[in-house]
């Protein structure tokens, strides 16, 4: 999985960087082959309270999936994003199953080949119900 850290007012330390890959790589298990998540991670300065946000952004099943926090602890920022992006991911995993389950429920609700069977006699005996009565009439 590609990760791509961004930041804003600080510096990337292996720290960080091994805590972003561990926490959003752990997401690869949940998502479709060939989805790339881009992480952004951003610090607002002393002044503006002090606080940490982390944000990352992906794309899967066609769609853009997008997780925020803010607190005052990056860490839990990022850790708090990916059990964000975790859920925001299985509800899409779950949908698209339930679609193609949906789909493919509809063409199996086909008469079972029993009931084919009964059908085949059904004709059988209506055929010599007719041919009954034909001689019956004739």
């Known amino acids: 999985m590609k ?7 600080m510096t990337i330390t292996d720290a960080i ?4 890959e561990d926490k959003v790589g752990k997401l690869e298990r ?12 951003a610090f ?5 309270g002090g606080s940490y946000s982390a944000e990352v ?24 994003v990916a059990d964000q ?3 925001q991911i299985r509800r899409l995993k779950d949908k698209q199953k339930s679609r ?23 004709e059988q005996e209506y055929q010599e119900s007719l041919r009954t009565t034909e001689t019956q009439e004739g």
């Open 30 to 41: 949940v998502l479709p082959a060939g989805v790339e998540p881009v992480a952004h991670l």
């Open 3 to 9: 990760i791509e850290i961004q930041c804003k007012g």
């Open 17 to 20: 960087r091994n805590h972003v």
């Open 85 to 87: 992006l975790n859920k």
């Open 57 to 80: 952004n992906l794309r899967a099943w066609g769609q853009d999936v997008v997780s925020k926090s803010t607190t005052d602890d990056l860490y839990k920022a990022i850790s708090e």
């Open 100 to 122: 193609v389950k949906g789909g493919a429920s509809v063409r199996h609700h086909q008469e079972p080949v029993e009931r084919v069977d009964e059908r085949e006699e059904y």
């Open 44 to 48: 607002e300065s002393e002044a503006h």
